[in-house]
């Protein structure tokens, strides 16, 4: 005689939304890690050094896979300290771009008041690709004034690789 445990169908857009999940938070918590200073260091001198930061490349289909983002975002919050750690920036180049119109605000206030506050507490910079935005049919004015709008979502990454030392994740 077997055992059968139950089964449920997961369909290949859930898959992946589980599978980019788990590799946001692990990114996440890999990020948390590398801001944690060694138990044997010392404590630093005066002199001020800006943190570079870290980069999320993230294009997501929904508001509720967006709001994940945002979510793990918030709760570095109490952990983290953009002063010495470095902001966190977040490049948006997918249809997740629609979700900040000023005509879908109704709709995804939470998201969008969510961002605004992230934003506004120095934990997460939001950037637009604009290249997008006209495949999307976005005009500059719809999006709110906090996410700032980059020519090229790549070309934007790389410059904050290389000119900024950011990491990207």
């Not at 605000?105 to 690709?129: E, F, G, T």
């Not at 070309?155 to 990491?167: A, F, M």
Request: charged letters at 25%.
């Amino acid at each position: 005689m077997s055992l059968q445990l139950p089964t449920s169908k997961v369909t290949g857009l859930q898959s992946r939304y589980i599978n980019s999940c788990s590799i946001l938070a692990c990114s996440i918590l890999a990020l948390w890690l590398c801001m944690q200073p060694p138990a044997y260091a010392e404590p630093q001198d005066s002199f001020e050094v800006q943190a570079p930061g870290y980069v999320f490349d993230v294009t997501v289909s929904s508001a509720e896979q967006l709001d994940v983002i945002l979510e793990r975002a918030e709760s570095l919050r109490e952990l983290f300290d953009p002063d010495q750690h470095g902001r966190i920036a977040i490049v948006l180049h997918g249809d997740e771009l629609r979700l900040f119109q000023k005509d879908n605000y109704a709709a995804n206030m939470s998201i969008v008041d969510k961002a605004r506050q992230l934003d506004q507490a120095n934990i997460i910079d939001i950037k637009a690709c604009q290249t997008m935005m006209r495949t999307l049919e976005i005009e500059q004015s719809e999006l709110p004034n906090f996410i700032e709008q980059v020519p090229l979502a790549p070309i934007e990454i790389r410059r904050l690789e290389k000119e900024q030392g950011y990491t990207r994740l």
